[in-house]
């Protein structure tokens, strides 16, 4: 049998020391109030995967600003000290359990498909985003046009990453992670197809990655070195899941090596099989890629639901950090089950149906 101890091993990354390497990925559930705050219920929802044994929990996507930030109906916010307050909750509660917690920080940009805020969006470029809005997220029809975004927009855009950050840091959140994958706005400008701006963000690689990259120096500025930063990233997205870069291998080293730069303290990559080659050539995983050169600890995501496949990545020095999502949601106790030896439950579809948000007898799975 495969030896999973490297499963249980202690990693520090940034300020954060983490007990183990299996992390909570995040997972958009839609189960705030209208106008941000944290429930009950996901206070409960979080406070039992740390029970569970999971040592970091990363948050759904979090908007950051009161102008094109939010994705989501009934999406949560870190926009106001209000909802700041309210996130405190979750972290005391995970905090008391045991485990370490991220926010995840997420501007939606085009794929924007339900905001109090606005009735439109923005996007590097005014193309819309492949395919249909998803219901299971209380959307309908194409994705609209956006409008291109100002230069005005991008330094407010900036701003509220760093306005977020600081309020998660208040609240007492371990560290942030900028979402920088998924198809939503930093990814947008790190889309070929989604970005054909014809100034220095637009273009190659190295103009591409420079809007996330100053996102990131910001944050790590703002937050200064107690607080644990880190991006998200991936090729796929919500709306266009077989997207690759059309750069390849020398793309992935232009990203990586540039947001390695910035000071942040991890790289979290997701892809449908973390340990799939990311490209046809049939080379490095993502996660390699960006161990190899961000030269960071990296978090993997992408069916790491079996612990052998889970420990083959950290063994193969691929990732530092495994990261599991719909995995916990059939097993939020996955950690603690994998250490003692008892069998893993195979995962309810219906916990996806029909909109992701928590319910209350998902609830008592949880407890």
């Not at 409008?147 to 927009?153: P, S, W, Y």
């Not at 793309?251 to 979290?268: I, M, Q």
Request: hydrophobic fraction near 40%; include cysteine; charged fraction near 20%.
């Amino acid at each position: 049998m495969t030896n999973l101890d490297p499963l249980w091993s202690p990693l520090r990354i940034g300020s954060t020391q983490l007990a183990n390497r299996v992390a909570l990925a995040p997972m958009t559930r839609v189960s705030a109030t209208e106008d941000g705050l944290v429930t009950e219920k996901m206070v409960s929802y979080y406070e039992a995967f740390a029970r569970g044994g999971f040592g970091l929990l990363i948050t759904e996507g979090i908007y950051p600003d009161t102008a094109y930030g939010q994705g989501y109906l009934f999406q949560p916010g870190l926009a106001t000290e209000e909802q700041a307050r309210s996130w405190a909750t979750v972290v005391d509660a995970v905090h008391a359990a045991g485990s370490t917690i991220f926010a995840q920080l997420m501007h939606a940009g085009s794929q924007a498909q339900g905001s109090r805020f606005v009735d439109s969006t923005i996007g590097p470029s005014a193309v819309a985003p492949k395919g249909e809005q998803l219901g299971f997220y209380r959307g309908e029809g194409p994705y609209r046009v956006p409008a291109e975004i100002t230069r005005a927009q991008m330094e407010e855009v900036r701003q509220g990453f760093v306005a977020a950050a600081l309020r998660a840091q208040a609240a007492g959140f371990d560290g942030v992670e900028i979402h920088g994958a998924n198809g939503y706005l930093l990814d947008q400008f790190l889309t070929d197809y989604l970005n054909v701006r014809t100034d220095e963000y637009g273009g190659s690689p190295e103009n591409r990655v420079r809007f996330p990259a100053e996102i990131c120096r910001a944050v790590r500025e703002a937050v200064g070195p107690d607080t644990t930063v880190g991006i998200r990233i991936s090729q796929s997205k919500v709306s266009d899941h077989d997207h690759r870069w059309a750069g390849g291998a020398e793309e992935a080293r232009v990203v990586f090596s540039t947001l390695g730069a910035t000071g942040v303290d991890f790289v979290h990559t997701t892809e449908y099989r973390a340990y799939a080659p990311a490209f046809e050539d049939g080379g490095p995983s993502l996660a390699a890629l960006a161990k190899q050169h961000s030269e960071l600890p990296v978090i993997a995501n992408g069916h790491l639901d079996d612990p052998e496949t889970a420990v083959s990545l950290l063994a193969d020095g691929a990732a530092d950090v495994v990261a599991l999502g719909k995995a916990a949601l059939g097993n939020r106790d996955w950690p603690n089950r994998v250490r003692d030896g008892r069998p893993l439950d195979e995962l309810d579809a219906s916990l996806f149906d029909p909109v992701a948000d928590v319910k209350d007898w998902e609830l008592e799975l949880l407890s």
